[in-house]
């Protein structure tokens, strides 16, 4: 009887320890669908992780003929230029319900364009099912770049106003705005 229960205590808690293990960011690049890079394949996403590992170049030539490179790895975070006109950060943050049966969430932030930038953000469970954004985020109405950090759970948002800036006399200024916005484990809030 002393046993079997000590069995099941033993399995319970090896359980228990493997739920609570938190996911890496490499292993998000490593079950990322195809389809949300279709350039970028596993075995490049694989490159990038062994050649950061090993302290080299994390540059791989992608599907389009273009060079990608994965310019940051950390636990939580990576940030990736995918080609000179588009890039892409992740971050992984901590919830407190869990979603799909694990306490974090993926941030993404795609950003396109040379001259002028444009980011979208989505958010998914790390089984790739795409969130709602408004559930976590309150997009800008006007087109803005973002950021994450690589050192805390916060989005800096870049804003051009307005949005006729380019068609403007070239020696009048740009208005830009810059807000830092933190997650707070259920949603990005102002600081």
């Not at 009887?1 to 739920?19: E, G, Q, V």
Request: glycine letters at 2%; a negative charge.
């Amino acid at each position: 009887m002393r046993k079997t229960a000590f069995l099941f205590l033993l399995l319970s808690l090896l359980s228990i320890n493997s739920l609570m293990a938190q996911t890496t960011i490499r292993d998000v690049l490593r079950t990322m669908p195809d389809s949300l890079v279709p350039y970028l394949s596993e075995n490049n996403r694989l490159d990038m992780i062994d050649f950061m590992a090993s302290n080299m170049d994390a540059v791989v030539a992608n599907a389009l003929g273009g060079k990608s490179q994965m310019l940051t790895l950390t636990d939580h975070y990576t940030s990736i230029r995918l080609s000179d006109a588009s890039s892409l950060d992740m971050r992984l943050l901590d919830v407190p319900a869990p979603v799909d049966s694990v306490s974090q969430i993926l941030c993404l932030v795609r950003t396109y364009g040379t001259d002028v930038r444009q980011s979208t953000v989505r958010f998914y469970s790390l089984s790739w099912r795409q969130l709602p954004t408004a559930d976590y985020f309150s997009q800008p109405d006007d087109l803005f770049t973002a950021t994450l950090s690589d050192q805390e759970p916060t989005i800096t948002l870049r804003i051009e106003t307005p949005f006729d800036a380019w068609l403007k006399d070239e020696k009048e200024e740009i208005i830009k705005t810059s807000t830092t916005l933190k997650w707070d484990g259920r949603f990005v809030k102002k600081l």
